[in-house]
């Protein structure tokens, strides 16, 4: 079973990622997303490039399932058990609201008030039980959720990370009667201080559980009734990988699975190809994800809000999201402002050209009226031609005519807004963050994603681009390359003056011991295996923590933790660098523990996937007039995947493949690498 397999499921487009790990093969393929189970597309995009499953070893996906139902509000009818007094924490938040200023706002939590119901019971926050969980409560109130209609169930306990005794009583009596799994306790979710957050989490988690077991199953019944036989792998949104079991079990966990295994094929392009400080623009049909690469990590975030008030507390990439993927809509508001999304036609309709219904003009129309998108070669395999004219006149109904633009200034005018958007995006998590963009790389990849590369680096200033060999996939890519993780949790809240060494090393140990178990019992096989520990740390009086690397070292399956002296040291360190300064006599407190495990699994040599042979007289196609800025250029057109490694592109220039269209600019140049990347620079002449 030799055949590894990514699946990345987008907005507009399923994306597929075959892997021969004998040959070194690589096959792809994108068919439209399903519509509304998303598992009809899965399963076709798999089919096109393997029609017998019984050869793979693995199937890896990228799901957006999870973010769709919190996005969209679709997820499962919950209930909540909680301490009495604090059925309304997930209503409160932090004190904030949906619009800064106003006294009024419109958020409801993923549960209404009503099915949020109290319990007896109570835990102090040094971990002692005041009042013991009040069992037969907790049963009548499971019953009279269960009468409601409620699907699923989460126990929401104070302080139940100092102590779980009270939450476990009620999760034993509630799993005896609920019918079906899905019953989620915070203290299994996220042990860790901040009952806010711990709320969230827990409750998005029960909302999520129905939802995407549900997916799951069927996915897993259509592979295995389809003769696979091998292991069935989900991205999780730190860019590792888990079982199916653990994504049912903790589907928050993957509320930016899709774009996660993104980053993580970007930062392995990017780092084999020689660039380890990477800028990553994936431009789908709904969305323009954005994360930062530096040093060859990707950015992780401990927390993160999917939409107001629902915030995930688990760690992910740092993934900035803005409406300007290919179907977002361009529309002029009341003020003659043009606009970009966030409103997105995905794949049904779609875009104006591809002749579904959809009337309103999309940045895909504007690059097709421009002569950028070749309308007669249209990615996917659905279409057989798009609709030009029908996008014209989309543009000078919604847009020109409003702006009093002729159709060419229009689709300009729809580009350099949607540009604008984007380039904005990657100030937010370069500049902003104290990164100089001049010094990395930007990686555009998604199905639109590379016909934005020039604008990128004129309106940014970064020096050069790199466009991976099959863009349009590279999320599927990442699939395949994930390393399968476990991230742990748990609050120490203890002065390093007091700080219990033999418990903390106990939590390691337990980490490291649940870790590895989960990776023992998976199919895959690991190169290596990493544990990566950190403790959540700040002065005392402070409420923000600095992340403090802990070394260790395990020997014979044992840890061996550092000394008082090695995690003072070590916070020193990391504050300096982020304030420049220490705090003299200040005591220094451990919030949290955190620790992930990681397996290492096999990668793949991408020197395969490297052109063998051709020229570039032999990959050049023909001409077609192309606009840019405000003349046509006569733009060379080649097919990319036969142009030879070493070859020089000078722009205008457009490169074709199945999966998307490589724009090269005026004035810029691209290069085949020993990679078959695409290095996009300014031209020498």
């Known amino acids: 079973m030799s055949q590894m397999i990514g699946v990345d499921v987008g907005g507009t487009f399923t994306d597929v990622f075959v892997l021969d790990d004998t040959t070194g093969e690589a096959k792809v393929a994108k068919v439209p997303t399903s519509r509304p189970d998303q598992s009809g597309g899965f399963l076709d ?99 009279e959720l269960l009468t409601e209609g409620c699907e699923a169930v989460a126990v929401l306990f104070a302080n139940a990370y100092a102590n779980s005794e009270n939450e476990m009583l009620a999760l034993d009596v509630l799993r005896d009667l609920w019918p079906n799994p899905h019953v989620s306790g915070s203290a299994e979710i996220l042990p860790e201080i901040r009952e806010f957050e711990r709320f969230s989490t827990t409750a998005l988690n029960a909302y999520l559980q129905p939802e995407v077991s549900g997916y799951l199953d069927r996915l897993d019944t259509a592979l295995k009734s389809s003769g696979f036989r091998g292991e069935f792998l989900i991205v999780q949104s730190n860019g590792g990988v888990m079982s199916t079991e653990t994504a049912c079990s903790l589907p928050v966990r993957t509320a930016l699975s899709g774009p996660a295994a993104g980053v993580i094929a970007a930062g392995h392009i990017a780092k084999t190809a020689g660039f380890e400080d990477v800028i990553t623009g994936d431009m789908g049909g709904t969305s323009f994800d954005v994360a930062l690469i530096s040093k060859g990590q990707s950015m992780l975030s401990p927390q993160t809000s999917i939409d107001f008030g629902m915030v995930v507390r688990t760690p992910m990439i740092e993934i900035t999201t803005i409406g300007a993927g ?84 229009a689709a300009e005018a729809i580009l350099t807004v949607a540009n604008s958007r984007m380039a904005g995006a990657i100030r937010l998590v370069s500049i902003e963050r104290g990164f100089d963009p001049k010094r990395f790389a930007f990686m555009p990849f998604g199905g639109g994603g590379a016909l934005h590369t020039g604008a990128m680096l004129k309106d940014v200033g970064i020096g050069r681009a790199i466009v991976p060999r099959h863009p349009g996939v590279t999320s599927a890519m990442g699939c395949v390359i994930a390393d399968m993780r476990q991230d742990f949790v748990q609050t120490i809240n203890a002065l390093t003056s007091g700080l219990d060494l033999a418990a903390l090393k106990h939590l390691m140990q337990r980490h490291v011991d649940e870790g590895n178990a989960l990776l023992d019992a998976a199919k895959s096989r690991f190169e290596a295996r990493d544990v990566v520990v950190e403790l959540d740390m700040a002065y005392v009086g402070q409420t923000h923590t600095v992340a403090v690397p802990l070394e ?134």
């Not at 090695?566 to 919030?591: C, H, S, T």
Request: no cysteine; charged share 25%; aromatic share 4%.
């Open 326 to 409: 290919g179907g977002s809509i361009a529309w002029v508001d009341k003020g003659g402002l043009l606009n970009i999304g966030p409103e997105s036609a995905g794949s049904t309709p779609g875009p104006v050209a591809y002749g579904q219904g959809n009337t309103r003009p999309t940045v895909t129309d504007a690059n097709v009226v421009l002569g950028r998108i070749d309308p007669d070669n249209p990615i996917g395999g659905k279409l057989d031609r798009l609709d030009v004219d029908a996008a014209g006149r989309a543009i000078d109904a919604h847009v020109g005519s409003k702006l009093g633009l002729s159709t060419t200034e």
């Open 552 to 685: 260790i070292s395990i020997k014979g399956g044992v840890v061996r933790a550092a000394s008082l002296q090695q995690i003072e040291d070590a916070f020193d360190d990391v504050y300096r660098a982020a304030y420049g300064r220490l705090l003299k006599n200040g005591a220094r407190r451990v919030m949290n523990l955190r620790s992930a495990i990681i397996g290492r699994r096999p990668k793949f040599d991408l020197s395969s996937l490297a052109p063998v042979g051709g020229s570039i007289e032999a990959a050049r196609t023909g001409t077609r007039a192309v606009h840019f800025g405000d003349a046509w250029h006569d733009t060379a057109i080649f097919d990319r995947l036969t142009l030879p490694v070493g070859a020089v592109v000078e722009g205008p220039a457009i490169l074709v493949q199945p999966d998307t269209t490589v724009l090269i600019d005026p004035g810029l140049s691209g290069r085949v690498d020993a990679f078959g990347n695409t290095i996009i620079e300014p031209s020498e002449a």
């Open 45 to 143: 995009g798999i089919a096109r490039q393997v029609p017998d499953l019984s050869g793979a070893g693995v199937v890896v996906h990228g799901t957006t399932a999870g973010t769709n139902a919190l996005l969209e509000r679709k997820g499962a009818k919950i209930g909540i058990i909680t301490t009495e007094g604090l059925r309304d924490v997930l209503e409160m938040r932090r004190r904030d609201r949906p619009r800064t200023w106003g006294l009024r706002g419109d958020f409801e939590p993923v549960v209404t008030r009503n099915l949020r119901r109290e319990v007896p019971e109570r835990t102090l926050a040094d971990g002692t039980i005041h009042t013991p969980v009040d069992l037969d409560a907790v049963r009548r109130v499971a019953s």
